[in-house]
């Protein structure tokens, strides 16, 4: 009477209808997302110690900017009940507000390998977390219900890093900016206020006795 495809085809079916009850309650929702901040001093960093994605992400993050500061949070991102790791790095970030940004991955792999990420009390915890979240769960091609969640999708945990943190040279490129726009308005103002000054000695010279 039916058909289903052993082992992997029973966890798709699984995301898919998780994400379908999901996206109908509202946690995929555009009015949901908060911003990711342009100039973070501080990025959590929620992920394995000892895999390959906290060196990518702190090798391209040191490569744009060495004044932003990586928290890392290791946490468990294989194996059975790994992701109640992942919550608790959520949640100590979320009630220390000691960052202000927040990114969650690990390397790319199989569905049942990346399947932690796909839990509910995840997502939950992920809706719930008032700091951005940027999910960086595998390669360009795997999709997690962590990914829909977030605040932001990176294709990658590099490309987390790049999204998350300035360049350096653009910091110093705005303050640049910014100060010749200050020293522009600083002139027009002393200009206009010279100008009233010599309207009031030509006055005073007129009415002196």
């Not at 995301?15 to 997302?33: A, M, P, S, T």
């Not at 294989?78 to 969650?104: C, H, P």
Request: proline share 4%; charged share 30%.
């Amino acid at each position: 009477k039916s058909v289903e495809q052993e082992g992997e085809g029973n966890l798709f079916i699984k995301f898919e209808k998780l994400k379908e009850r999901l996206n109908k309650e509202g946690y995929f929702n555009e009015e949901h997302k908060k911003p990711i901040p342009v100039f973070p001093k501080r990025i959590g960093i929620i992920t394995s110690e000892t895999g390959a994605a906290v060196r990518d992400i702190i090798n391209v993050s040191r490569r744009r900017n060495s004044l932003v500061d990586l928290i890392l949070y290791p946490a468990q991102v294989q194996g059975k009940d790994a992701y109640k790791t992942l919550i608790d790095g959520i949640r100590y970030f979320d009630e220390n507000k000691s960052v202000d940004v927040i990114i969650l991955g690990r390397g790319g792999g199989s569905i049942e390998e990346l399947w932690n990420f796909n839990e509910e009390d995840l997502a939950k915890e992920i809706f719930k977390c008032k700091i951005p979240i940027i999910s960086a769960v595998g390669h360009e091609t795997d999709f997690t219900i962590s990914d829909f969640v977030s605040d932001l999708r990176a294709a990658t945990p590099s490309q987390a890093a790049e999204i998350a943190v300035p360049l350096e040279e653009d910091l110093y490129l705005n303050i640049k900016g910014a100060e010749e726009f200050l020293n522009k308005e600083i002139k027009g103002l002393l200009l206009k206020e010279r100008e009233k000054v010599k309207s009031l000695e030509k006055m005073i010279n007129l009415q002196s006795p």
